[in-house]
């Protein structure tokens, strides 16, 4: 899948191990404060009969995040995974102005492999932590929401339960981020709620929502609940506490 990061506005970061992410160069941001956004999108073998619906539904939710009142104030990094046919977690972008990105370029989702829903997650908590932390340290106000769509169980990956655990406490903790939203959705799992309920727990994830079956008007829903729910949490930073406009079901 090709990726839309151009190296000469991004850097990159390392979470730990082997894990790297991109984000804009702090030096060319504009705002004093920023939410920093993480989607990422399960593109396991199980999601190959709504594949096209499910890149539509991403690039719906960008779009409407960039007409957004607070678009100035978001930066967003989209990943899939597993990587093609392999374990991990792919960057289509990293962090970047919603003004930089073009939903309409996201590129079909290639599907194929497991579900590494514990690198997926550790990616996404991770990455804002960290690059959460770089700006926190050059006085901006930062806080942070992530999104990771699924339609499994954990079963290939490298990172470890404990891994996503401890960054998601460092989320929460108040020295990095003002506040920080994890939201794991089940999208055509409804079977594996149980499941994934005790996935997020496990991993102290914020909460857990079912989204239903994978059908246009569901995948609409979704769409609208992920800029519903950036805009809230954007709107939330300054406050001292995460948004209180999260919706509990889509």
Do not use: W
């Amino acid at each position: 899948m090709p990726r839309l990061n151009d190296n000469d506005d991004l850097q990159t970061f390392q979470i730990g191990g082997n894990f790297n992410f991109q984000g804009a160069r702090i030096a060319n941001l504009g705002a004093t404060e920023y939410t920093l956004v993480t989607i990422a999108v399960d593109v396991s073998g199980s999601v190959a009969g709504f594949k096209k619906e499910l890149r539509q539904s991403l690039v719906t939710a960008v779009d409407a995040c960039r007409k957004s009142p607070r678009s100035d104030n978001i930066l967003l990094r989209v990943v899939t995974f597993p990587k093609f046919m392999n374990t991990g977690v792919e960057e289509m972008h990293g962090f970047k102005p919603l003004s930089d990105v073009d939903p309409a370029a996201y590129p079909d989702l290639n599907v194929g492999g497991g579900t590494p829903l514990c690198d997926a997650c550790y990616s996404a908590i991770g990455a804002i932590n960290s690059y959460g932390e770089q700006l926190s340290d050059q006085d901006f106000g930062v806080n942070g929401i992530a999104f990771i769509i699924t339609d499994g169980g954990e079963n290939t990956s490298k990172a470890t339960m404990k891994m996503v655990r401890d960054e998601a406490q460092r989320s929460v903790s108040g020295e990095i981020l003002e506040s920080m939203i994890t939201v794991l959705v089940g999208i055509n799992a409804s079977a594996l709620n149980k499941e994934l309920e005790r996935f997020r727990r496990e991993a102290g994830l914020t909460q857990y929502i079912d989204a239903g079956d994978a059908t246009p008007k569901k995948l609409a829903k979704l769409a609208d609940f992920v800029s519903q729910s950036v805009s809230s949490q954007s709107q939330a930073l300054g406050t001292g506490g995460p948004s209180r406009n999260i919706a509990a079901v889509i």
